[in-house]
């Protein structure tokens, strides 16, 4: 299988190579030329394997310069027991909202408590193993721009992984406290975090920068290494998504919840695309899907773009307390639109130019006809997030958190306004801990809050009696070592000093 950009359809890779580059060198996306397609017949032969099993099945139809010895290390390697916490890294919760089946996919069971693990745990061992195909013996250099949890998930899954280095940006004033803290104890001798004066698409575009600078990438060159990314602009990042959709939905069949070929919605939080897009490309491959509930909080850009067409960034930025979702350039949608448009490189390219000079484009009538024959937008505010979190404590004893319960409140916003009770999934996306000071908030009747986040952990626990996830307990006696903020222009100057490059 090979893969071409989004704004080229003449740059064609092999897999590993869009793995070990991250982004193509005309700033496009890499995308398969053509989907495996799953059958029912493929789907059934799936109901008896692990998640796992399904894993190894998915890598290698997409992974075709991988033998299946690497693919199957790779995977072994991810999703252990130790590092998930059970033999199924991706549980279901069955849950009721509003007196409709809810069928929560908690993805949040690895080592950082939020989504991203299911990628960046094994992104490392996908990459090292791309790398020494394409690039003999150069180092990679992983720049990510964080909203939060990317950042510690890749800390986690390349600290002291050989022949890589790894710089994370986050926005100062972006991120929650337990996030900031997660990162700046990191440990790991090929590390490095630093806070940046701006917010999340600052640093991203601070990060895209530095990526596309010939003069830094030259410099690199000559001291053998070579930058990749572990943001979900990386195929790396959103192939190991699609699995769980696959899994989920063995497990609903196996569960006796649904009957294989029956169809099911899907609920994403979203901030920067990947998650739900993951789930378009499973559907595409045949697994049957209904609705994509794309849901976001108030900085709604995705919502309005599924309404009208039009995707304009001119807005205000609100800092919510679902942070991981204040985006508001959506990269991956990208990847969405070249598929919609019939893989029409030039129109793709033309509509990513117009949103970096204008901050804004507009689709074409049919592009935005297909949307809406399968995609579903959604928003709600802070208030209406932590209304969820607490309906949802009080009524199933469920404790969810904010990025979550935002997919909650948008599922529920769609079932009253079409009527549409198709069994659904909604997409888990981090641990109620992660976000301590909402969630407390949201279902503690006292207005008194402790002062530490570790206290705020601690008095959840006491009221909910459910279990703190083992990262995040053991983080409180942790040693800060990062403490930098930087401007974003000084942004290249770090990371050639981090890098000892002049
Ligand atoms: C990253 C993240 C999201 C958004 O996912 P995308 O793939 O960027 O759309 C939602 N919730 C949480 C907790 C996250 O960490």
Redesign the pocket.
């Known amino acids: 299988m090979l893969y071409n950009s989004t704004e080229n359809k003449n740059e064609v890779v092999s897999a590993s190579q869009a793995i070990a580059q991250g982004i193509s060198k005309d700033g496009g996306l890499f995308v398969p030329q053509e989907l495996p397609k799953y059958d029912l017949e493929t789907l059934k032969s799936l109901l008896a394997l692990d998640y796992k099993g399904i894993a190894k099945k998915v890598f290698g139809d997409f992974l075709s310069d991988f033998t299946a010895e690497e693919i199957d290390e790779c995977v072994e390697k991810a999703y252990t027991v130790e590092k998930f916490g059970g033999e199924n890294p991706a549980p279901i919760a069955y849950k009721k909202y509003n007196g409709n089946d809810v069928n929560i996919l908690e993805l949040w069971h690895g080592p950082t408590c939020?989504?991203?693990d299911m990628a960046l745990q094994i992104l490392p061992h996908l990459l090292t193993k791309s790398l020494k195909k394409t690039n003999d013996g150069k180092d990679a250099v992983i720049l990510v721009a964080t909203?939060?949890?990317?950042g510690k998930a890749a800390l986690e899954g390349f600290k002291d992984v050989d022949h890589t280095k790894i710089i994370v940006f986050y926005p100062v004033d972006g991120v929650s406290p337990m996030q900031k803290h997660q990162m700046n104890t990191q440990e790991g001798s090929n590390v490095k975090v630093c806070a940046i004066e701006g917010n999340f698409d600052d640093a991203q575009t601070g990060v895209k920068k530095i990526f596309t600078t010939s003069e830094i990438v030259e410099k690199l060159e000559s001291n053998n290494m070579m930058f990749s990314s572990a943001n979900?602009i990386n195929w790396g990042r959103l192939l190991p998504q699609i699995v769980y959709y696959i899994a989920s939905y063995c497990e609903l069949v196996n569960a006796g919840k649904i009957n294989l070929g029956d169809k099911i919605n899907v609920v994403?939080?979203?901030?920067?695309?990947?998650?739900?897009l993951a789930s378009y490309y499973a559907c595409c491959m045949g697994l049957p899907i209904n609705k994509f509930i794309c849901a976001s909080n108030s900085n709604n850009v995705l919502t309005d773009f599924i309404k009208t067409g039009v995707y304009d960034k001119n807005r205000k930025f609100y800092t919510t307390i679902?942070p991981?979702?204040d985006?508001l350039v959506?990269s991956?949608l990208e990847r969405l639109l070249y598929k919609l448009s019939g893989d029409n490189d030039v129109t793709t390219k033309e509509w990513m130019t117009a949103l970096k000079t204008d901050g804004k484009y507009e689709v074409t009538p049919e592009v935005k006809a297909a949307i809406n024959s399968v995609f579903y937008g959604g928003y709600c505010d802070d208030k209406q997030t932590q209304a969820t979190i607490s309906e949802m404590y009080k009524e199933q004893s469920y404790l969810c958190?904010t990025?979550t319960a935002v997919a909650i409140n948008v599922y529920g916003q769609y079932v009253s306004e079409t009527g549409d009770n198709t069994p659904t999934v909604i997409a888990s996306?981090?641990s109620p801990y992660k976000f301590s000071k909402s969630v407390l908030t949201a279902v503690n009747d006292s207005e008194q809050l402790p002062d530490s986040e570790f206290d705020m952990v601690d008095l959840l626990n006491d009221i909910t009696g459910v279990d703190i996830p083992a990262p995040l307990a053991s983080l409180k006696d942790k040693k800060v070592k990062f403490t930098d903020t930087v401007k974003v222009d000084e942004m290249p100057e770090y990371v050639l000093s981090a890098l000892g490059v002049d």
């Open positions: 939020a989504f991203k909203s939060g949890d990317t979900s994403v939080p979203t901030g920067n695309f990947g998650n739900i679902s991981s979702m985006i959506s991956n958190d990025h996306t981090a």
